[in-house]
């Protein structure tokens, strides 16, 4: 089987896969029960154009179910790179990380509803009335589910403080207080789950339930230890899974990788032995 051949026919299996094991979506999130590791990684396809994207999607070679596209990819390539991955079978976490007044986040969520995805964020510092906007624009039919962004996993408190949170309780304190009431926040407005740090998801965990969708970012695989890039709170993939992350986001530590599928893999099986 030659190369071009090869991967489609990996990617086929990827659909096929699929179809028999559909995302377990809000499934994944109590951990309690074992489910397709596949399921729980994301790798984020940080690229500047659709055809660096896809390369790496081929490097990946059908091990990988779910892919972010992110506003470096979707300011580049819009909505073809997402329809390119769902022809493919993959899932599609669309990071747009969306802030702005109520009446134009609805907009776009209803702009992008129909083109794929399965997840979308927003930012949970938009406040409640603007994620409650999201939420009814997310009620068509075939729309995203909705994760909002509580405190970005490159600051940390002093960044946070700089920007006029916190003070009172102290740097560590603050940041954590700051990351639960954004959960309790975004929970309050409907939306189905929340993306933070490895340093506050046990936290968030026991504040928002079993079912609320937790994605986590962040994660430096026990391969690339004392690998940070812009990243200030870092977790293990083990870690993470522990303390209750539902899915956990990958980028640089595979996309940046001399063999990113062997990487990939490697996390897989780390997800595999892990216990929520
Ligand atoms: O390369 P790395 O693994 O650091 O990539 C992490 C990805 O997760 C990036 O695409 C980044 O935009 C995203 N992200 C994050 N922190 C958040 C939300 C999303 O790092 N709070």
């Not at 490097?59 to 329809?83: H, P, S, T």
Request: glycine share 10%; with cysteine; aromatic share 2%.
């Amino acid at each position: 089987m030659d190369k071009t051949t090869a991967q489609a026919h990996a990617h086929k299996e990827v659909a096929a896969a699929h179809k028999h094991a559909p995302s377990t979506g809000a499934k994944a999130v109590a951990g309690s029960e074992r489910v397709d590791p596949r399921e729980r990684l994301i790798v984020a396809l940080d690229f500047p154009s659709a055809e660096k994207a896809m390369e790496m999607v081929e490097r990946l070679d059908g091990c990988c179910l779910w892919f972010k596209v992110g506003m470096e990819l979707y300011y580049a390539a819009g909505n073809q790179v997402i329809e390119g991955l769902r022809e493919r079978g993959y899932e599609v976490f669309l990071d747009l990380k969306l802030h702005d007044i109520p009446n134009t986040v609805a907009g776009a969520v209803r702009s992008v509803a129909g083109v794929g995805a399965s997840l979308l964020t927003v930012h949970a510092g938009g406040g409640e009335p603007m994620m409650k906007a999201a939420v009814q624009a997310a009620s068509a039919p075939g729309a995203p589910k909705l994760l909002a962004v509580t405190v970005l996993t490159s600051m940390d408190a002093a960044e946070l403080r700089a920007v006029g949170v916190g003070g009172a309780h102290g740097p560590g304190g603050t940041l954590h207080s700051q990351v639960l009431r954004l959960a309790r926040l975004a929970r309050a407005a409907g939306i189905d789950g929340l993306v933070c740090s490895a340093e506050e998801v046990e936290a968030v965990r026991a504040a928002v339930g079993p079912e609320a969708q937790l994605v986590v970012p962040g994660i430096r695989p026990a391969g690339a230890p004392g690998r940070h890039d812009d990243q200030r709170r870092v977790a293990s993939v083990t870690e993470a899974i522990a303390r209750g992350a539902s899915m956990l986001v990958v980028g640089r530590p595979i996309t940046e990788a001399a063999h990113p599928a062997r990487v990939a893999a490697g996390i897989l099986a780390e997800i595999a032995t892990s216990h929520s």
